[in-house]
C-alpha cells in the first residue's frame, strides 16, 4: 500500500523524484484496478506536478462530485451497469 505521507517525506528528503511518485501509483492502478474496478476514467497521459505540496501525488475526484470537465456517473451492479447522471446547467 502506497501512504501520501510516506511518498512526500521520500519527495522532500530527494529519494523520489515527483515523476517516480506518480509512477509508484499508477503501477498500483494498474496492478489491482481491474479487481477493485475503483475508477470511471484514467488521463491518458498525466504528468507530475514538480512543486507544491501534492507534487507526484496521483489525485483522484469522486464521481459524485460534479465539475465542468467530468459529469457524475455511478456503477453499481445493482442497477445494471454504468450510467450518467445528467448534467445540471451551470
Known amino acids: 500500500m502506497i501512504f501520501l505521507a510516506e511518498l512526500q517525506g521520500r519527495i522532500d528528503k530527494g529519494e523520489l523524484s515527483p515523476d517516480g511518485a506518480l509512477a509508484q501509483s499508477l503501477e498500483a492502478i494498474a496492478t489491482y484496478e481491474k479487481a477493485i474496478g475503483a475508477f470511471a476514467s484514467l488521463a491518458e497521459a498525466p504528468c507530475a506536478q514538480k512543486t507544491g505540496r501534492l507534487r507526484g501525488i496521483a489525485v483522484g475526484i469522486k464521481d459524485i ?5 467530468f459529469r457524475p456517473r455511478w456503477a453499481r451492479r445493482s ?8 448534467m445540471r446547467p451551470w
Do not use: Y
Open 65 to 69: 462530485i460534479e465539475n465542468l470537465i
Open 79 to 86: 442497477i445494471g451497469g454504468f450510467g450518467r447522471a445528467p
